[in-house]
């Protein structure tokens, strides 16, 4: 995934033409999946290759490549999925927040499956760089047999230099990826059609029987063999994810004109090649190249798996800030790298985890034989995921009949758990890996959303209804509070309730402002607000005002720039005389809260690791007064 520009697709079409749009997805979308033909069709050799390989295997090996291809990618994705958004926007939590607007009875079930999703994308976020890096560096190895012991440490500079770069922006980078993806592409669908004449058999694959047959026939080894031909689709979740990035138009283009025939040419000639040169299968994709070729091509898939794992990277930053603003996760720190770009984000806290996730992975399996095994877990099972969540889809928003949506995505849905089960048999190879990853992140979304919930309810029974605290405090008498000049904008989650810092205000220092603000900052289920429906403002009376903030899940929380704005509107005070009031909860953990204990402490963990509330909604930082409190949670 990429850096989104801040605006709708369709805002970008109208300033962008199609061609450059198309291009950029190509380095931007599609860097990922264009990297299987790395490893994919190595990986699905083996389990047949023990005791050699026949030609109708071979073909039906490519033909399960190629229809794959087309099921999953092409149909699944590229024609029906890019279709259902989220006013522009696509990707899990996108569809989660679209479908917790109208999902009554499955809430609970349709937020489990979004955070299963989201947690599997961090764990392909991880998988993705360790496995693309390795794979291209490899390559090496048939330049001189004296490289192989240098592919791993090259392989480990070369991502600590991509993760450290993070912080700089991708920008500027960003304007090569779409070329360079391009001749990749352009690179392997060549000497793809060039390998296709070593034995022209190799187009029968074309024909789907062949899959089925391989599959009827080779029994468990046809079921292992799915799981290494499933490599060819990972990075599909790109397509959706991306779709707010460049629209479904320039997607759709890139796929069928450059996409899809170079992925297609370039395995019919590995199947072709190892057809005619059985020593081949080694690796086939490398040895299709001459001697002479070798170098340019391992630096041109070095690029392009460094752009692959870019595009995985800065979708981790997408995912995680989405999950923040929707309430899955705590508050981190959100660094923006481009003055005019809003979508150039950088989270040095996800920055660190991913680093960190994808060394260890590198230095664990050391070779991408053996991450390879491990890989296609996570990509399966959000597939699985987006499917399920797609028939709610359909029928909530698309008001398709049950009996219509099961028709459709029920082979579809079929057809992928047939492949969540083939690469489930990984699972002692390594597959255990991206389900821990998998679990170790549902775990803390789950825990953040309930715990957060509970702390709210818990607040909520001591707090004083802000209808009957208006009058009391007003109230003119001997124990009334001082009266001070200047605004005092206190925030709170509650609009409805006096806020914690405005009664330890009153209760501690006897004062109360001229004018009082109580802010609310909500965070909608779509993309984005509209400056215009960003703002709702109620005067309960002379000193107490109530002003609520509405962002979208894709928009940064600027309050101070948002009060700027408001104050063009009629709305007049003086940031100088203004002063910030936060409430600062101590938690105590308490095993009768409604967690238990582990997942009480854990919750606390995270509350303490949040940023700071004044540098995540952007508040002067000289204005800001900070009042504690203990909650048992």
Same mark, same amino acid.
Request: hydrophobic share 50%.
């Given at each position: 995934?990429?850096?989104?520009?801040?605006?709708?697709?369709?805002?970008?079409?109208?300033?962008?033409?199609?061609?450059?749009?198309?291009?950029?997805?190509?380095?931007?979308?599609?860097?990922?999946?264009?990297?299987?033909?790395?490893?994919?069709?190595?990986?699905?050799?083996?389990?047949?290759?023990?005791?050699?390989?026949?030609?109708?295997?071979?073909?039906?090996?490519?033909?399960?490549?190629?229809?794959?291809?087309?099921?999953?990618?092409?149909?699944?994705?590229?024609?029906?999925?890019?279709?259902?958004?989220?006013?522009?926007?696509?990707?899990?939590?996108?569809?989660?927040?679209?479908?917790?607007?109208?999902?009554?009875?499955?809430?609970?079930?349709?937020?489990?499956?979004?955070?299963?999703?989201?947690?599997?994308?961090?764990?392909?976020?991880?998988?993705?760089?360790?496995?693309?890096?390795?794979?291209?560096?490899?390559?090496?190895?048939?330049?001189?047999? +004296?490289?192989?012991?240098?592919?791993?440490?090259?392989?480990?500079?070369?991502?600590?230099?991509?993760?450290?770069?993070?912080?700089?922006?991708?920008?500027?980078?960003?304007?090569?990826?779409?070329?360079?993806?391009?001749?990749?592409?352009?690179?392997?669908?060549?000497?793809?059609?060039? +390998?296709?004449?070593?034995?022209?058999?190799?187009?029968?694959?074309?024909?789907?029987? +062949?899959?089925?047959?391989?599959?009827?026939?080779?029994?468990?080894?046809?079921?292992?063999?799915?799981?290494?031909?499933?490599?060819?689709?990972?990075?599909?979740?790109?397509?959706?994810?991306?779709?707010?990035?460049?629209?479904?138009?320039?997607?759709?283009?890139?796929?069928?004109?450059?996409?899809?025939?170079?992925?297609?040419?370039?395995?019919?000639?590995?199947?072709?090649?190892?057809?005619?040169?059985?020593?081949?299968?080694?690796?086939?994709?490398?040895?299709?190249?001459?001697?002479?070729?070798?170098?340019?091509?391992?630096?041109? @898939?070095?690029?392009?798996?460094?752009?692959?794992?870019?595009?995985?990277?800065?979708?981790?930053?997408?995912?995680?800030?989405?999950?923040?603003?929707?309430?899955?996760?705590?508050?981190?720190?959100?660094?923006?790298?481009?003055?005019?770009?809003?979508?150039?984000?950088?989270?040095?806290?996800?920055?660190?985890?991913?680093?960190?996730?994808?060394?260890?992975?590198?230095?664990?399996?050391?070779?991408?034989? @053996?991450?390879?095994?491990?890989?296609?877990?996570?990509?399966?099972?959000?597939?699985?995921?987006?499917?399920?969540?797609?028939?709610? $889809?359909?029928?909530?928003?698309?008001?398709?009949?049950?009996?219509?949506?099961?028709?459709?995505?029920?082979?579809?849905?079929?057809?992928?758990?047939?492949?969540?089960?083939?690469?489930?048999?990984?699972?002692?190879?390594?597959?255990?890996?991206?389900?821990?990853?998998?679990?170790?992140?549902?775990?803390?979304?789950?825990?953040?959303?309930?715990?957060?919930?509970?702390?709210?309810?818990?607040?909520?029974?001591?707090?004083?209804?802000?209808?009957?605290?208006?009058?009391?405090?007003?109230?003119?008498?001997?124990?009334?509070?001082?009266?001070?000049?200047?605004?005092?904008? $206190?925030?709170?989650?509650?609009?409805?309730? @006096?806020?914690?810092?405005?009664?330890?205000?009153?209760?501690?220092?006897?004062?109360? +402002?001229?004018?009082?603000?109580?802010?609310?900052?909500?965070?909608?289920?779509?993309?984005?607000?509209?400056?215009?429906?960003?703002?709702?403002?109620?005067?309960?009376?002379?000193?107490?005002?109530?002003?609520?903030?509405?962002?979208?899940?894709?928009?940064?929380?600027?309050?101070?720039?948002?009060?700027?704005?408001?104050?063009?509107?009629?709305?007049?005070?003086?940031?100088?005389?203004?002063?910030?009031?936060?409430?600062?909860?101590?938690?105590?953990?308490?095993?009768?809260?409604?967690?238990?204990?582990?997942?009480?402490?854990?919750?606390?963990?995270?509350?303490?690791?949040?940023?700071?509330?004044?540098?995540?909604?952007?508040?002067?930082?000289?204005?800001?007064?900070?009042?504690?409190?203990?909650?048992?949670?």
């Amino acid at each position: 995934m990429g850096h989104p520009a801040e605006h709708s697709a369709a805002e970008k079409t109208k300033g962008h033409g199609l061609f450059a749009l198309a291009l950029g997805s190509v380095g931007v979308v599609y860097g990922d999946i264009g990297t299987s033909p790395l490893y994919a069709f190595r990986e699905a050799l083996k389990p047949v290759a023990h005791d050699g390989v026949t030609q109708m295997e071979i073909i039906s090996l490519i033909s399960l490549m190629i229809w794959t291809l087309t099921i999953i990618v092409t149909f699944k994705y590229v024609l029906f999925l890019l279709r259902a958004d989220n006013d522009g926007e696509g990707g899990t939590l996108s569809l989660l927040a679209l479908m917790t607007k109208g999902a009554c009875g499955h809430r609970a079930v349709l937020m489990l499956l979004g955070l299963i999703g989201a947690a599997l994308f961090l764990g392909d976020a991880m998988i993705t760089p360790a496995l693309s890096v390795l794979s291209a560096v490899e390559g090496l190895k048939y330049v001189s047999p +004296h490289f192989e012991s240098a592919v791993l440490p090259i392989s480990i500079a070369i991502l600590v230099a991509l993760f450290a770069i993070q912080s700089k922006g991708t920008g500027m980078v960003a304007k090569f990826f779409g070329p360079i993806t391009a001749i990749w592409f352009l690179v392997m669908g060549g000497i793809g059609l060039v +390998h296709i004449f070593d034995d022209l058999s190799i187009l029968a694959a074309f024909n789907p029987l +062949h899959a089925f047959q391989f599959m009827s026939e080779e029994g468990f080894a046809g079921v292992v063999v799915l799981g290494a031909v499933f490599l060819t689709v990972t990075g599909a979740e790109a397509l959706y994810a991306d779709l707010g990035h460049f629209g479904r138009r320039p997607i759709q283009w890139a796929w069928f004109v450059l996409v899809f025939p170079a992925l297609t040419l370039n395995y019919l000639g590995q199947g072709a090649m190892v057809l005619s040169h059985p020593e081949a299968m080694s690796d086939p994709f490398y040895l299709m190249f001459p001697q002479w070729a070798l170098v340019p091509v391992i630096i041109l @898939a070095t690029c392009a798996t460094i752009i692959a794992s870019q595009a995985v990277i800065t979708g981790a930053f997408s995912l995680v800030r989405q999950a923040i603003h929707l309430g899955y996760l705590p508050r981190m720190q959100i660094l923006f790298t481009s003055e005019t770009n809003t979508g150039q984000i950088f989270l040095p806290g996800v920055n660190t985890l991913l680093l960190v996730g994808v060394i260890a992975l590198v230095l664990g399996f050391e070779s991408s034989d @053996a991450l390879a095994t491990a890989y296609g877990i996570s990509v399966t099972g959000a597939m699985v995921v987006t499917t399920l969540m797609a028939f709610e $889809f359909v029928r909530l928003r698309w008001r398709w009949p049950r009996v219509l949506a099961t028709l459709v995505l029920a082979p579809l849905l079929l057809l992928e758990f047939v492949f969540l089960g083939a690469n489930l048999l990984k699972i002692h190879d390594g597959g255990w890996v991206p389900v821990m990853m998998a679990i170790g992140f549902t775990v803390v979304m789950w825990t953040w959303k309930r715990g957060a919930a509970i702390l709210f309810e818990k607040t909520r029974r001591i707090d004083v209804p802000l209808q009957t605290f208006i009058p009391m405090v007003e109230k003119k008498s001997d124990h009334a509070p001082v009266s001070v000049p200047g605004v005092a904008i $206190f925030l709170t989650g509650d609009p409805q309730t @006096a806020p914690a810092a405005l009664l330890h205000n009153i209760k501690h220092n006897h004062v109360l +402002h001229a004018k009082n603000v109580i802010l609310t900052i909500i965070t909608v289920n779509k993309p984005r607000v509209s400056i215009e429906d960003r703002y709702r403002v109620e005067k309960l009376s002379e000193r107490f005002t109530v002003i609520e903030l509405r962002f979208g899940f894709m928009q940064s929380h600027n309050v101070s720039q948002s009060l700027a704005y408001l104050r063009k509107t009629g709305f007049k005070f003086d940031i100088m005389s203004t002063s910030f009031y936060l409430g600062r909860r101590k938690l105590v953990p308490d095993a009768a809260s409604g967690m238990p204990m582990w997942q009480d402490r854990l919750f606390i963990a995270l509350a303490n690791a949040a940023t700071d509330p004044s540098d995540y909604f952007h508040l002067p930082a000289n204005r800001v007064v900070e009042l504690g409190s203990h909650v048992i949670i």
